[in-house]
């Protein structure tokens, strides 16, 4: 009923940018907290970055700076700018939000797929 799908990720030089898109889709009342995740091989989920449905925005320590997150209440779509990249931000990188669907009374976790961020020194 309801699908999250990210695009954005690739391969980058040390330095360089890299913006990641997460779209929402499905039969959707409303979107709470949207977040972004990555994990490294060998390394456990972590929370990089989230922002509240009112825009209100919390960053892990290590990408404070560098990345910036943003939302298109509209366009059910949150985003993650990322400069500076650094070799240890290379991960798979995933969307998460907290949805209500038609029919439901409560929010839910979703997940999307997950897209590799290679940040080569």
């Known amino acids: 009923q309801v699908q999250l799908v990210e695009s954005g990720g690739g391969l980058v030089q040390a330095g360089g940018s890299l913006r990641l898109s997460c779209a929402a889709s499905?039969?959707?009342?409303?979107?709470?907290?949207m977040n972004w995740y990555r994990q490294a091989p060998g390394a456990q989920r972590e929370l990089v970055a989230a922002i509240t449905r009112g825009g209100s925005r919390n960053y892990a320590d290590s990408v404070k700076g560098r990345f910036t997150i943003s939302r298109d209440n509209a366009k059910n779509t949150v985003y993650l700018q990322m400069n500076s990249l650094k070799p240890e931000d290379t991960a798979v990188y995933y969307c998460n939000a907290k949805i209500r669907y038609v029919g439901s009374f409560s929010y839910l976790d979703y997940w999307g797929q997950g897209t590799q961020v290679t940040v080569s020194s």
């Open positions: 499905g039969s959707i009342v409303s979107i709470n907290a």
